[in-house]
């Protein structure tokens, strides 16, 4: 290394020119702005120095508006180091461990503060931040600990108690005491290369503490780390299944891990950071195994024995039947037999479309057929090939007979179509054909048109009663988030659908429904009503007699007003 400066080194013709970083002194006179000037920031940076300080007490008192927080540690012996930008005084340890970088008290610049220690006082004032000369005074304060004073908004119990409560310090505000506890419990794991002890838990289990200092960080976080009472997080999601909590208490032993400076509200992505993540993923194997039971997908047991954690196989994880019970309307529904083994069920072929014509079909007859022995297809999610229970044997074909069509129209926002019968048939991959007439099944696209087609459901009669309207709707595009309320919605579908059946009666039935409507709905006890050309009702009731009605036009005819 050159010892010289870098002027000297510019100015010599011989030796190639080389910087050097250094500090300059115009740094000082921002150094108020090295933080985001928060309260929180200050009460974590004030209990910080207690701590490290060795105080096992911390007193705060809010009086007129001055803050004084005393700590009951080992007191400063030079000074100097109190306004030395970068410099610490803390024991050795520390170094390796909490990493401290002489800026933390500069998070008080630009006040006046007064600080006392061991027989001595410095009072720290706008220039004094700023690298003019303070003196340092006699003073007849506490012979212990350190007493730093400044004025500041209140520091009340409730802010810094979740600052407080992992500290490890017994924190009183006001002669108050802050809660204290422990972050992790006996259980967690010691990590010593990492420097601390990992738990995992599940979200039930986490304390009010531990969700008090989540809400204080981003939301979906879910690893915490413990500085010693500065906690910080980030997102890590080792396991799919659910949601699981890590905790990270660091313990004061020789530590890679490191916040970002000079905030220190978040970690800095270094080598450790990546071993504590596969730490991380370690104990939540670990912690899957201790429950016992999990429904991970395949590829994930298999890391979980890559790392030596020995997994159950998943809990088998299916659904019965294919079509998803979306919001609304409800597809109808296959049911499985009470005690229907899964091993007798068939598994929708896992590469196949979701939801196209041959799954669909499939999943209506399992719904609407009758078989001598059940028919039970499966979804099953192809993160789970693998397990045992997900080997099953598979829908292969399926085909569709449809008999004379009777009747067809638009509806809604496809075709419906009444055939006289309709029956469905599907193979499975062990060699079982089951096959039943249905009264509803989707038909295939047109040959040779791709892609996206109007759906085209097919019914029979039986249909009319054996569904209900919402059943056909869902084949038929269902409710529409676009449109009006989900109820006006199925109420105009299922006039569609009563004038479909209706037309399939006959031309006119729609007609003669529409009049009978009318007429019993006002007397259901006359007995033949005849409506003449000329308007006039004539109405026989049920004793025998007649009672006529004629348009007032006539009326007046016969009986003029006077
Ligand atoms: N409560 C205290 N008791 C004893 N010494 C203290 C106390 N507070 C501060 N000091 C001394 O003042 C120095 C500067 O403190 P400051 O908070 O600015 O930096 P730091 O704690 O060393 O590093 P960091 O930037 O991580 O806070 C400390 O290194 C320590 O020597
Ligand atoms: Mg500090």
């Given at each position: 290394m050159h010892n010289r400066t870098a002027t000297a080194d510019l100015e010599s013709a011989d030796d190639p020119p080389v910087i050097r970083a250094r500090v300059n002194a115009r740094l000082l006179g921002k150094a108020d702005r090295l933080f985001t000037g928060t309260l929180e920031g200050r009460i974590i940076e004030l209990l910080q120095n207690a701590r490290r300080a060795g105080a096992r007490n911390v007193e705060i008192t809010n009086e007129n508006g001055v803050v004084t927080v005393q700590d009951d540690g080992g007191g400063i012996d030079d000074f100097a180091q109190l306004l030395d930008l970068g410099g610490s005084g803390w024991e050795k340890e520390y170094e390796a461990s909490e990493d401290p970088a002489g800026v933390g008290l500069f998070c008080l610049a630009p006040r006046d503060i007064r600080i006392r220690s061991k027989g001595r006082m410095v009072d720290i004032t706008g220039a004094g931040w700023r690298g003019a000369p303070v003196l340092v005074q006699p003073d007849n304060g506490p012979a212990q600990g350190t007493i730093v004073q400044f004025e500041d908004e209140e520091w009340s119990h409730s802010i810094v108690g979740p600052l407080?409560?992992?500290?490890?310090?017994?924190?009183?505000?006001?002669?108050?005491?802050?809660?204290?506890?422990?972050?992790?419990?006996?259980?967690?794991?010691?990590h010593p290369a990492l420097g601390c002890r990992i738990e995992v838990r599940e979200a039930e289990h986490l304390n009010s503490w531990h969700r008090q200092v989540r809400r204080s960080h981003a939301y979906g976080d879910n690893v915490l780390v413990n500085f010693h009472g500065q906690t910080t997080s980030f997102d890590f999601h080792p396991v799919s299944e659910q949601k699981l909590w890590f905790l990270v208490d660091l313990t004061g032993a020789p530590t890679g891990i490191r916040l970002m400076l000079p905030a220190r509200t978040q970690l800095?992505?270094?080598?450790?950071?990546?071993?504590?993540?596969?730490?991380?993923?370690?104990?939540?194997?670990?912690?899957?195994?201790?429950?016992?039971?999990?429904?991970?997908?395949?590829?994930?047991?298999?890391?979980?024995?890559?790392?030596?954690?020995?997994?159950?196989?998943?809990?088998?994880?299916?659904?019965?039947?294919?079509?998803?019970?979306?919001?609304?309307?409800?597809?109808?529904?296959?049911?499985?037999?009470?005690?229907?083994?899964?091993?007798?069920?068939?598994?929708?072929?896992?590469?196949?479309?979701?939801?196209?014509?041959?799954?669909?079909?499939?999943?209506?007859?399992?719904?609407?057929?009758?078989?001598?022995?059940?028919?039970?297809?499966?979804?099953?999610?192809?993160?789970?090939?693998?397990?045992?229970?997900?080997?099953?044997?598979?829908?292969?074909?399926?085909?569709?007979?449809?008999?004379?069509?009777?009747?067809?129209a638009g509806l809604w926002s496809g075709t419906l179509t009444c055939v006289d019968t309709l029956a469905l048939a599907v193979e499975t991959s062990d060699g079982k054909v089951f096959s039943s007439p249905v009264c509803l099944a989707k038909a295939p696209p047109p040959e040779g048109k791709e892609?996206?087609?109007?759906?085209?459901?097919?019914?029979?009669?039986?249909?009319?009663?054996?569904?209900?309207?919402?059943?056909?709707?869902?084949?038929?595009?269902?409710?529409?988030?676009?449109g009006d309320t989900y109820d006006t919605q199925l109420n105009d579908f299922e006039q569609e659908l009563n004038r479909f059946w209706a037309d399939l009666l006959g031309p006119d039935e729609q007609l003669r429904r529409g009049i009978l409507a009318v007429v019993t709905e006002i007397r259901p006890e006359w007995q033949t009503v005849l409506v003449a050309r000329n308007g006039t009702v004539t109405i026989r009731l049920p004793d025998g007699s007649e009672k006529v009605i004629r348009p007032p036009d006539l009326l007046k005819k016969k009986s003029p007003p006077k």
């Open positions: 407080a409560v992992f500290s490890g310090m017994n924190v009183a505000v006001d002669d108050c005491p802050c809660p204290r506890e422990a972050f992790v419990r006996k259980q967690a794991v010691h800095v992505e270094n080598g450790a950071f990546e071993e504590l993540k596969a730490a991380l993923e370690l104990e939540a194997y670990r912690c899957v195994q201790r429950r016992g039971h999990h429904r991970l997908p395949y590829q994930q047991y298999l890391r979980a024995r890559e790392l030596g954690v020995e997994l159950p196989e998943a809990t088998p994880t299916f659904q019965v039947g294919l079509l998803s019970t979306r919001e609304s309307p409800e597809p109808v529904e296959v049911t499985m037999p009470k005690g229907f083994p899964l091993a007798r069920c068939y598994r929708f072929d896992p590469d196949a479309v979701e939801e196209d014509t041959n799954e669909t079909n499939t999943h209506l007859l399992a719904a609407l057929g009758t078989f001598p022995k059940p028919f039970v297809p499966v979804s099953i999610r192809k993160e789970y090939d693998g397990y045992s229970w997900a080997e099953l044997p598979v829908v292969r074909k399926v085909t569709l007979a449809v008999g004379k069509e009777l009747h067809s892609g996206w087609c109007d759906d085209a459901v097919l019914v029979t009669w039986d249909a009319k009663d054996e569904l209900v309207p919402s059943q056909i709707w869902y084949h038929l595009g269902g409710w529409s988030e676009d």
